[in-house]
């Protein structure tokens, strides 16, 4: 049986820096047909464990994300997880960063009990691995806060932004992540009268 002979390493390796640009450019349409056409040219080529492989799944669950496309974002983000997790363990960075993108698109299809269970553990071992206030933590706390909060857990919603905002004090003062933080805590707080 004849089959299409795939891109080299060093033609994949290209190709994934052209989806990432894709992607970075907001032109989410072009990256997920580019990574869809990739993933199994990785797999084969790479493995399925591979480095690449894994981060290719993860951007494509992010590609999915940012269209809103919730049920496919969340399977590709578990998939990606569940690899990540196999290949460097529970608390690696790179595997703390697909489960986070599991937990966001969780939230997005409506799945909060699942959502806040990945997130809630994504923000414990990003606090133990890299710190209470670093950028990745900061992410996963606000997404949690404002995922509880949506949810009508707004009492717990805000326990968590609070503690995430005085955790992002440690950023200057214009850093995304603070501002992100600071911003889902007034809309909180203004809907809750204070």
């Not at 670093?134 to 806060?145: F, I, K, V």
């Amino acid at each position: 049986m004849w089959r299409r002979k795939g891109p080299n390493r060093t033609g994949l390796r290209r190709q994934l820096r052209t989806a990432r640009v894709l992607f970075d450019a907001g032109d989410f349409d072009a990256a997920e047909v580019l990574l869809r056409r990739l993933l199994p040219d990785c797999e084969t080529e790479l493995g399925a464990n591979h480095e690449e492989t894994i981060g290719l799944l993860n951007l494509l669950g992010s590609t999915l994300y940012q269209q809103r496309k919730a049920v496919a974002s969340a399977q590709i983000a578990r998939k990606a997880t569940d690899r990540a997790t196999r290949a460097w363990g529970p608390d690696d960075p790179a595997t703390l960063d697909c489960a986070h993108n599991l937990g966001a698109a969780l939230a997005i299809q409506g799945d909060v009990s699942a959502a806040v269970a990945v997130l809630d553990d994504t923000w414990q071992r990003r606090a133990r691995r890299l710190g209470a206030g670093d950028e990745s933590t900061l992410t996963t706390a606000n997404t949690l806060g404002a995922t509880l909060f949506a949810a009508g857990l707004r009492r717990d919603g805000l326990t968590v932004l609070r503690s995430a905002h005085a955790q992002s004090m440690t950023l200057s003062a214009g850093h995304p992540v603070r501002v992100d933080i600071a911003n889902n805590l007034r809309i909180a707080e203004r809907n809750v009268g204070g």
